[in-house]
Structure formats: structure tokens, C-alpha cells
């Protein structure tokens, strides 16, 4: 079982910067797929961003390309995303989800089913 937990979220003005983080607890293993979702009222969960964990393989979705930026520390078991030039439609509850083994490619990085294990969220507001 693994546990994640967010944190870093906050209020923030347009054109802004935040860093969210991610801890994993539990059996993580040696390589994952570590990605961000976000989810606004009323909309369906998105993809943001993965990192496989064994190698670094990053992948983004293109409404973020340039903006925003994951990475894992030197404790494998955190990710962060460093979102820069906030938009106001960056609004939204971000969660850290995982899986055991790699991501795969960005197809397989971006789909939500892919993923065995979410955290709470933590909420950004980015207001203009």
C-alpha cells in the first residue's frame, strides 16, 4: 500500500509561481509513475504532468507545456511541480496519484486509470 500526501497549494495571483509537493509513504518500490491531475468545479480530473521515477522521464500536458515543471528529489519517494506564469484557469484542486513501474510513454503517463494510488489534493486558487 502507498500513501500520498500533498501539500504547497495556496492562493496566488495571476502570473504568480507556486511549488506542490508530493510524499509517498509505504511499499513505493524503486520505480513508479508519479503524476499530477488537477480538477476545477464542475469539470473532469486533467492531467498535468508525470515523472518516472527510475530515469526522470518527464511528461506534460500541453495546456502547462513551459510553465510548469516536475521533479522528484533526492528522497525518490517526493515529487514537486513548479507551476510558473499562473493563469487564472490554473484554478483547481492538484493531486498526486502513482503507480508501480514506468510511465510508459505520455499516453499512458496522462490516463487517469493508469493509477493505483491518489492523495486528498491540495487546492490552488489563482486569482487575476
Known amino acids: 500500500q502507498v500513501q500520498l500526501v500533498e501539500s504547497g497549494g495556496g492562493s496566488v495571483q495571476a502570473g504568480g509561481s507556486l511549488r506542490l509537493s508530493c510524499e509517498a509513504s509505504?511499499?513505493?518500490?524503486?520505480?513508479?509513475?508519479r503524476g499530477w491531475f488537477r480538477q476545477a468545479p464542475g469539470k473532469e480530473r486533467e492531467w498535468v504532468a508525470s515523472i518516472s521515477t527510475d530515469g526522470g522521464f518527464e511528461y506534460y500536458a500541453d495546456s502547462v507545456k513551459g510553465r510548469v515543471t516536475i521533479s522528484q528529489g533526492n528522497a525518490k519517494n517526493m515529487v514537486y511541480l513548479q507551476m510558473n506564469s499562473l493563469k487564472a484557469e490554473d484554478t483547481a484542486k492538484y493531486y498526486c496519484a502513482a503507480r508501480f513501474g514506468w510511465c510508459a510513454g505520455r499516453a499512458t503517463a496522462a490516463a487517469i486509470s493508469q493509477y493505483t494510488y491518489w492523495g486528498q489534493g491540495t487546492q490552488v486558487t489563482v486569482s487575476s
Open positions: 509505504g511499499r513505493t518500490g524503486s520505480r513508479n509513475c
